[in-house]
Nanobody
Framework: QLQFVESGGGLVDPGGSLRLSCVASGFTLSTYTVSWFRQAPGKEREAISCSSGRDFSQYYADSVKGRFTISRDIAKNAAFLEMNSVRPEDSGVYYC???????????????????WGKGTRVIVSP
């Protein structure tokens, strides 16, 4: 079983910023397609961003385009989601998700994911 952990969630004011991390151990994260999913209370889990394992191409949901940025740090064996200008509707549990397929089949679906993290909660509220 692959080991990777999300962190960085918390309470943030509307308009603020947050950086989520997904850190892997025991395997090379850069060989996987990495996605971030979000599940708001009472809603379906949705893909909000993806970084292709082949060439690190990036994809974003319209709701976060221009505000969120997905990135990777090869040396740290990690992926990140930089969240700026957050809104209350950005609240939810954020999951790091890995796919052995080397490209983002955007928009990613839950069935496309091979491995799920346990999630980190983000609350956007004054």
């Amino acid at each position: 079983q692959l080991q990777f952990v999300e962190s960085g969630g918390g309470l943030v004011d509307p308009g603020g910023s947050l950086r989520l991390s997904c850190v892997a151990s025991g395997f090379t994260l850069s060989t996987y397609t990495v996605s971030w999913f979000r599940q708001a209370p009472g809603k379906e889990r949705e893909a909000i961003s993806c970084s292709s394992g082949r060439d690190f191409s990036q994809y974003y949901a319209d709701s976060v385009k221009g505000r969120f940025t997905i990135s990777r740090d090869i040396a740290k064996n990690a992926a990140f989601l930089e969240m700026n200008s957050v809104r209350p509707e950005d609240s939810g549990v954020y999951y790091c998700a890995l796919d052995v397929w080397q490209k983002c089949d955007w928009p990613m679906r839950r069935d496309d994911v091979d491995y799920w993290g346990k999630g980190t909660r983000v609350i956007v509220s004054p």
